[in-house]
């Protein structure tokens, strides 16, 4: 028996798309026993997710892909300037820590004179 796991590559054994194992689900108590397995993969920009069997997958045949040999391309004198006035600005010295000021006393608010309090509080009701 194959053993799958999450990011592996797979197809069904009656053909489709390659897909990518998203997580292999278990039994409860016993891990050595799969479930079922949760594919995943794009239809155009569409992703599709289903739970497949783990006896109808199959590992998906990878061709190795070799890049061919190129050189790089020079980098430009001007870019690595460029390139090189951005890393000494993102590793200028932090700005020194300014002095605390002297913590300041709170003003409490002036208590109303007897003047101040208003109309209304001066007007009896019988």
Known sequence: MTVFKSGDLVVLKSGGPVMTI???????FDDS???GV???WFVGTRLERVRFDHSAIEPAQTETVVAPETAAPQTSVEY???LDDMV???NLPAEPAKPAAA???SKRAKAPEQNDVGVAASVRVN
């Open 22 to 28: 998203d997580t292999v689900n278990t039994d409860i």
């Open 33 to 35: 026993k799969i479930t």
């Open 38 to 40: 949760l594919c995943a």
């Open 80 to 82: 690595k300037a460029v």
């Open 88 to 90: 000494d600005a993102m």
């Open 103 to 105: 913590p300041r006393k």
